[in-house]
């Protein structure tokens, strides 16, 4: 099977350096792409949240605060939906064995709660490459309550 950005025609795509002001760049990117393409206001929290996390996870954790890395994020329109992409040049992880981070033990923790994030605000979540390349996927219409 080819890799998710190999699989999808990008309406937009950008890359930066691994360093953690780069965050501003993608919250631009979000920012612009659901203003410009009509997802719903009720869904632009989730997303701006969910896609922090990833993207602050491949600069700090998959490519470790090096700067001579990328981050590439971008997103596809679908007739439904808006699907973002994030690759880090990383090693991956094992994103199947994760500690929850519901558990009592786990609360007190200051990490490990990007993806148990990412899976409750996306509508799905995929990830390719070892953990590297994730995509999160997103309904553009309004929230049902």
Not at 26 to 33: G, Q
Not at 42 to 60: F, Q
Request: glycine share 6%; charged share 25%.
């Amino acid at each position: 099977m080819a890799a998710i950005t190999e699989e999808m025609a990008f309406t937009e795509r950008i890359e930066f350096p691994a360093k953690a002001e780069n965050i501003s760049l993608a919250e631009k990117l979000i920012d612009d792409a659901c203003g410009r393409h009509n997802v719903h206001e009720s869904r632009y929290g989730n997303i701006l949240i969910a896609l922090t996390e990833a993207v602050n996870n491949a600069i700090h954790h998959g490519n470790g605060l090096d700067p001579s890395k990328t981050v590439t994020l971008g997103y596809e329109v679908r007739p439904d939906r808006i699907v973002f992409v994030v690759k880090d040049q990383g090693a991956g992880f094992d994103y199947e064995h994760l500690p929850d981070p519901t558990d009592p033990q786990n609360l007190e923790k200051p990490h490990g709660r990007g993806v148990f994030l990412m899976r409750a605000l996306a509508d799905s979540v995929s990830f390719e490459d070892h953990g590297s390349t994730v995509s999160l996927s997103f309904d553009r219409a309004p929230t049902k309550e």
